[in-house]
C-alpha cells in the first residue's frame, strides 16, 4: 500500500515538472498530505550532509531543510527544519551561514513535537530565500535547550532552479 502510495504520489509530481526536467538526487520535490491540516503541500527537501546525535546521545540523525507551498497559493514558500531530535517547546534562534555571506539569524517558531523549527512570518521565508540565493553551501546551526549548539550542513548548488520547479508546483 505504501509502495503504490509512493509511485502514485512520483507519477503525479512528474506531471507537475516542466518538460524535460528531472530531478537532483540531492534535492527531492514530492507531493504530501500534511498530517496536522489534511492539506497537500509540495515539499522540497534535503537531508543534512552529516549527522547529529539524538536527544538522549544514542543515535545519529540527519536534519531536513524543506521548502513548503500549498498548489494554488501562488509562490508563497515556508521554511522549515526537522530536526529530528528535541530542541525546544518554545521559538528559538537559528543561524544560517552560507558561503562566506554574513550569517542570518532568525527566530523560529518550534512545533508541537519540539523538533521541528519554521519560519513564522512571510517576510521571514522570503528573506530567507533571498539569503540563499546563488549560494552553494549552507551551514544552520541551533542550540536546542539545556544542550550545546548543533551544527548541519546542506549543499544548495541546485537550490535556486529547484525552487523555481517548486514554484511551479504551488501556481498550478
Not at 13 to 21: I, Q, S, V
Not at 49 to 57: C, K, L, S, V
Request: aromatic fraction near 6%; proline fraction near 4%; charge should be negative.
Amino acid at each position: 500500500m505504501i509502495r503504490t502510495t509512493r509511485i502514485a504520489m512520483a507519477a503525479a509530481l512528474t506531471l507537475l515538472l516542466p518538460h524535460g526536467a528531472s530531478l537532483a538526487a540531492d534535492w527531492t520535490l514530492e507531493t504530501i498530505q500534511d498530517p496536522a491540516t489534511y492539506q497537500a503541500l509540495a515539499v522540497l527537501h534535503q537531508e543534512s550532509a552529516g549527522t547529529i546525535g539524538d536527544e538522549y546521545g544514542k543515535k545519529a540523525v540527519r536534519p531536513r531543510l524543506e521548502f513548503r507551498c500549498a498548489p494554488g497559493s501562488g509562490e508563497q514558500v515556508a521554511v522549515r527544519i526537522d530536526w529530528r531530535r528535541f530542541i525546544s517547546s518554545f521559538n528559538t534562534e537559528v543561524t544560517f551561514a552560507a558561503d562566506d555571506a554574513e550569517p542570518l539569524t532568525l527566530s523560529l517558531g518550534v512545533d508541537r513535537s519540539n523538533r521541528i523549527t519554521a519560519t513564522r512570518k512571510d517576510g521571514d521565508d522570503a528573506a530567507l530565500i533571498e539569503y540563499l540565493s546563488g549560494a552553494d553551501a549552507l551551514t544552520v546551526t541551533v542550540t536546542p535547550y539545556s544542550d550545546v549548539p548543533v551544527s548541519v550542513d546542506y549543499d544548495l548548488a541546485a537550490l535556486t532552479g529547484r525552487l523555481a520547479e517548486l514554484r511551479d508546483a504551488c501556481t498550478a
